[in-house]
Nanobody
Framework: LVTLVESGGGSVQAGGSLRLSCARS?????LGWFRQSPGQAREGIAA???????YYADTVKGRFTISRDNVEKTLYLQMENLTPDDTGMYYC?????????????????WGQGTQVTVFS
């Protein structure tokens, strides 16, 4: 069984930074971050496999960095140069084995989410 608990959300001014964390238990292969903005469907924004290869949505590429600490069993999302369009609920997701990409169907386990609000 895999459990995921996100933290690090909050309110930040546009141009600012935040780092999200996701504490996990159990074995995982692919770990990802998804975002659901108001009135929109949940979208995958970043993922990383057990070897450290990262995948990014075009909307965050160059601004967000995903990383995982396999010893501490924590997933991170460093977010830089935030804009109001980055506002939303951020979810951590994981699978046990298989593929690694930004599709919801790739992931079997989900956290409860942490809210990020970017104000101008």
């Amino acid at each position: 069984l895999v459990t995921l608990v996100e933290s690090g959300g909050g309110s930040v001014q546009a141009g600012g930074s935040l780092r999200l964390s996701c504490a996990r238990s159990g074995h995982t292969y692919c770990l990802g971050w998804f975002r659901q903005s108001p009135g929109q469907a949940r979208e995958g924004i970043a993922a990383v496999n057990s070897g450290g290869r990262g995948y990014y949505a075009d909307t965050v590429k160059g601004r967000f960095t995903i990383s995982r600490d396999n010893v501490e069993k924590t997933l991170y999302l460093q977010m830089e140069n935030l804009t109001p369009d980055d506002t939303g609920m951020y979810y951590c997701a994981a699978n046990y084995y298989g593929t690694c990409d930004l599709l919801e169907s790739t992931f079997d386990y989900w956290g409860q989410g942490t809210q990020v609000t970017v104000f101008s």
